[in-house]
């Protein structure tokens, strides 16, 4: 079962209590935008196979969106952050940095 | 080749067995091969098998990382049916289920098939209406289903239970012709009938980079060297966003794990396929008299092949209140996929921004039922340039807005 620690709450919540919200800190392309990142925007995704930036969300607790730092080829969880953030804290980083030596992701490599 | 017949069992027997022989070889790889595929799926060693029969083009590699069969092709509960809603999805998926019906046949090859008949059951308001208009879509398509009366499935499904309590079966979507197939068999049968065409078929040869020159695609790097071709297909299922990644672009694709399990083998009681969409459990018998159960897909990125328990407990549990008698029965094995989903619900098969590379993905949970279409479509695609199967079915619908939207239709599809 994977748990993950909600940042608001501090609870330590079984997946049964999460509801998975797909990949985070998407940059959002509204109207104006080029198609290009417009549908990138909506459609690509990631989906890497090793560290993942996803949203959840505390359904049956808190209620509130937080993020989560996770390896899909492992289930290794890395930490969770509040929402209100536009990448990954450092501390988080660096954890992921000190497990797997050379990852690099995006910009936030 | 030796074929496959009644004679030459009774030949073999008579000689203790001693003349079988391999069923496809175990070649090295060449430096360069006209067309390489990678992924010994159902969809890619299709894709050859019709690439040399409908075409000509033999001098192809299919490379594998694990073994035959072994991603989802081998995992899957083997549900073949073709009531699709939309017209793209009714077109291929119908060409698969006709070419199933002679797939022994053309492969010398027993694949099991067995046009049991699959039922969809309507279990709420919603979903009678849903399953009415499938109906009359595929009519219009020439698909053969047809909307039957809750008693009628109780005719057909003597087991089922169909005034519980909170989800009363209020009827269902019917196709006599669905069915089940032998999973391994698809897999193992195409092998064979590539590799007695001349085709490499290369297990435990994983593909580690795409090579390209000025836009287009040169070769392949692999563990066991590097590999020169013309065209590439790029048949991975749930690692497709690997692969395109090696190729330098990225697709509209989330990889999820989709468990089955199945159970300690039982007296016949069900000669059908039931599927109960809103409450997540999908159900039949094997040959061996196993209960074969799936259910849904998990929410989140995941490629380990292990899936969450709480999804076999909602299935198993929604089950039993539709099936009471199979609440006694204990599961012997379970297992999990890594399946390739896109937002509409429907597969890729498309030229990509690498010229020469072409990919076929986005099966998600139901492309079993589609490997011989799909193989077919991939196939004129790759040789040709463009397939009327595959046209709908591009890359750039998602840009274009020209979804094929069977998330509504199916909910999940199996
Ligand atoms: C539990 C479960 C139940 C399902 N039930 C049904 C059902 O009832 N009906 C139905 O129609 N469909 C069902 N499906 C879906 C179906 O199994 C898949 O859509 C289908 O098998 C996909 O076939 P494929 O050939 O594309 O992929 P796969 O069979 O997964 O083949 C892809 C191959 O590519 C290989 N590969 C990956 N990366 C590399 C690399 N770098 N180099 C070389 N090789 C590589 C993999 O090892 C794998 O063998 C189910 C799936 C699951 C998991
Ligand atoms: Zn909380």
């Known amino acids: ?109 | 080749m030796k074929r496959y017949s009644a004679f030459a069992v009774a030949r073999e027997a008579l000689r203790y067995h001693t003349g079988w022989g391999r069923a496809w070889a175990a070649p090295t790889p060449n430096r360069r091969y006209d067309v390489v595929i990678v992924g010994a799926g159902g969809h890619g060693l299709a894709t050859a098998y019709y690439l040399g029969k409908n075409f000509g083009i033999t001098n192809v590699a299919i490379l594998e990382k694990g073994w035959l069969g072994g991603g989802n092709t081998g995992r899957n509960t083997t549900i073949i049916r073709s009531n699709y809603l939309q017209d793209p999805s009714a077109a291929i998926y119908e060409k698969a289920r006709a070419l199933y019906e002679n797939m022994s046949q053309d492969l010398n090859y027993n694949v099991m098939f067995s046009p049991r008949g699959v039922i969809m059951l309507a279990q709420t308001e919603h979903e009678v209406r849903g399953y009415r208009r499938t109906a009359h879509a595929n009519a219009l398509q020439g698909v053969a289903t047809e909307f039957i009366s809750p008693e009628r499935v109780k005719e057909i499904v003597p087991i089922i239970s169909i005034d519980g309590p909170r989800y009363p079966v209020l009827g269902g979507l019917w196709q006599a012709r669905g069915g089940t197939a032998r999973h391994d068999a698809v897999a193992w049968g195409y092998a064979r009938a590539c590799s007695d065409m001349g085709m490499h078929v290369i297990q435990q040869c994983e593909v580690t980079g795409v090579r390209s020159e000025g836009g287009k695609v040169t070769g392949v790097d692999t563990s066991k060297g590097p590999i020169d071709c013309d065209k590439l297909g790029v048949v991975v299922a749930g690692h497709s966003g690997v692969l395109a990644e090696m190729a330098g672009f990225r697709l509209p694709i989330e990889s999820v794990a989709l468990q089955a399990l199945v159970s300690e083998p039982i007296k016949p009681c069900m000669d059908v396929v039931v599927m109960a969409n809103t409450v997540h459990g999908y159900m039949s018998q094997s040959d061996k008299g196993e209960m074969v159960i799936g259910g849904g897909a998990d929410g989140y990125n995941n490629y380990t092949q292990r899936g969450s328990f709480h999804h076999i407990e909602e299935t198993v549990r929604a089950l039993v209140e539709t099936f009471p008698m199979i609440s006694r029965l204990k599961m012997l094995r379970q297992w999990g996929g890594i399946v390739d989903m896109t937002g509409d619900r429907s597969p890729i098969l498309s030229k990509t921004p690498l010229e020469g590379c072409f990919i076929n993905c986005g099966w998600g949970t139901g492309g079993f039922k589609a490997i011989p279409g799909s193989g077919w479509g991939m196939a004129e695609l790759m040789a040709k340039g463009h397939s009327p199967l595959t046209e709908a079915f591009s890359l750039d619908r998602f840009k274009e807005g020209r979804f094929i939207d069977e998330s509504v239709a199916a909910g999940v599809a199996h």
């Not at chain 1, 196979?49 to 969880?77: M, P, Y």
Request: net charge negative.
């Open chain 1, 1 to 109: 079962m994977l748990i993950l620690r909600c940042p608001y709450c501090g609870v330590d919540a079984d997946e049964t209590e999460l509801a998975p919200g797909g990949e985070a800190h998407l940059k959002r392309f509204g109207p104006g935008s080029g198609d290009d990142d417009f549908h990138d925007y909506l459609f690509t995704r990631e989906n890497p196979r090793g560290v993942h930036f996803e949203r959840w969300r505390h359904a049956h607790g808190c209620g509130k969106w937080f993020h989560a730092a996770r390896a899909t080829d492992t289930l290794q969880v890395f930490g969770t952050y509040p929402a209100q953030t536009s990448e990954p804290p450092k501390e988080v980083l660096a954890l992921i940095r000190a497990a797997r030596p050379g990852w690099s992701w995006r910009e936030f490599a």
